[in-house]
């Protein structure tokens, strides 16, 4: 459970981030990007690994790339179901995951033991 609200902390923070870098990014209230953060860690602590094990040929194909695209759709699910979250396009939400992924890379490396 610790891991999962930390998953969702992380994705929080790269979204607080990623509306000062991407330009279609938005949250009406820090609220939304708060519950946008954590939903966001569920889906990807749950239907993240299916959607990756059901693209596995692709993303051998691309040597990894399509993993991006991955994130990319997460994010762009979130804002789905987020009401106070918009996202402008595919570019936004690509933009948007890669500084999530980023973030999220760069916290897990320092909470580990």
Do not use: C, E, K
């Amino acid at each position: 459970m610790n891991g999962l609200l930390l998953r969702g902390a992380l994705a929080a923070v790269g979204f607080w981030l990623g509306t000062y870098f991407v330009s279609g990014l938005h949250f009406d209230t820090a609220a939304t990007l708060i519950v946008a953060g954590l939903l966001l860690g569920v889906m990807n602590a749950f239907l993240r690994p299916l959607l990756i094990l059901l693209t596995l040929p692709l993303t051998v194909l691309s040597l990894g790339v399509f993993l991006l695209i991955i994130n990319a759709g997460m994010v762009a699910l979130v804002a789905w179901f987020m009401p106070g979250m918009r996202v402008a396009g595919f570019g936004s939400a690509f933009g948007a995951a890669l500084i999530v992924s980023i973030v999220s890379w760069i916290g897990g490396a320092l909470t580990r033991r």
